[in-house]
């Protein structure tokens, strides 16, 4: 059997599978917060999750899905946890026996949404949460890049002259499309990215400009996704996505536009290549067992 360990900003959550992705166990767990705190949320996440399955670690692999950038177990920048450098390997693996893979939380979703939705061929994992990010599963496996940045399409420039990003540059793709860029464009304290649409449907004059940048941002970026790499298909997840129909239909107009008058862009069908994840189950735990089950 398999251990995946799903850390986010605020939870960790632990799954056991079985070799078909089927759930057998589960712990969720608030995540811990600085280095110690992370890997102590970690271990009790696993116990719990092992405990369920009723599974000791020698029965294990063991796979963790977290924010940062990660070489070799080693988790770097994860702001939202309050690390700056953990090794996350060597620390789960003193303390519960086997030392887990380690990789990319984005990444590791896109490993379970592929497994979970029977993955041929390739597919963009494109989620839209506080960031904006995409995982990469080519013929099967997981594609990294030379330096593990491969998927940060948020960081692509769409428009010289847009809203600057909390990067201090101007028109990225992330702003257009996140919940932490529509707060930013939108610029009242306390808000949310639910208030900007809520402001929208009531007929706010900006809060419309802001919910057409993110359409915009959604249809770039699956076209991005496509011409670039050609993947069958784009599949959308994160907060954004309880948005619900509005975001996709308003997404897909702009696609069919520009089919309309490229017809290259016509011949890829764009629009019918992307879809929402539509998954009720913990997809980014599945896939981190299944990036230590040897998968991805």
């Known amino acids: 059997?398999?251990?995946?360990?799903?850390?986010?900003g605020t939870k960790t959550d632990a799954v056991v599978v079985d070799a078909d992705g089927t759930l057998r166990g589960r712990?969720?767990?608030?995540?811990?917060?600085?280095?110690?705190?992370?890997?102590?949320?970690?271990?009790?996440?696993?116990?719990?999750?092992?405990?369920?399955?009723?599974a000791a670690p020698s029965d294990l692999t063991v796979g963790i899905g977290t924010p940062g950038?990660?070489?070799d177990g080693v988790v770097s920048h994860a702001l939202n946890l309050d690390v700056e450098r953990l090794d996350l390997a060597g620390g789960f693996a003193a303390a519960f026996g086997v030392r887990p893979a380690v990789d990319n939380d984005v990444n590791v979703a896109a490993l379970g949404a592929y497994t979970l939705l029977g993955g041929t061929g390739s597919m963009g994992y494109l989620n839209l949460g506080t960031g904006l990010a995409a995982g990469l599963v080519l013929?099967?496996?997981?594609?990294?890049?030379?330096?593990?940045?491969?998927?940060e399409i948020g960081q692509i420039c769409i428009d010289p002259n847009g809203p600057v990003g909390t990067d201090g540059l101007p028109g990225g793709l992330e702003t257009y499309a996140s919940g932490s860029g529509l707060m930013l464009q939108w610029g009242v304290e306390g808000s949310t990215g639910a208030d900007?649409?809520?402001?929208?449907?009531?007929?706010?004059?900006?809060?419309?400009?802001?919910?057409?940048r993110a359409f915009y941002g959604l249809a770039t970026a699956v076209r991005i996704l496509v011409v670039t790499l050609d993947v069958d298909e784009v599949v959308v997840a994160g907060g954004m996505t309880k948005w619900g129909d509005e975001l996709f239909d308003g997404a897909s107009r702009i696609l069919e536009g520009w089919a309309a008058t490229s017809p290259f862009l016509r011949s890829l069908n764009l629009s019918s290549r992307m879809r929402p994840l539509n998954l009720e189950v913990p997809v980014a735990a599945i896939g981190a067992a299944m990036l230590g089950g040897g998968r991805g």
């Open 196 to 212: 900007v649409v809520a402001a929208a449907a009531a007929g706010d004059p900006r809060a419309v400009e802001i919910r057409d």
């Open 69 to 71: 950038a990660i070489c």
């Open 139 to 151: 013929d099967g496996r997981l594609w990294r890049g030379a330096r593990g940045a491969a998927g």
């Open 27 to 54: 712990r969720t767990l608030p995540s811990g917060r600085g280095a110690d705190a992370v890997v102590a949320a970690a271990l009790d996440a696993a116990w719990g999750a092992s405990a369920a399955a009723g």
């Open 1 to 8: 059997m398999h251990l995946g360990i799903d850390i986010g």
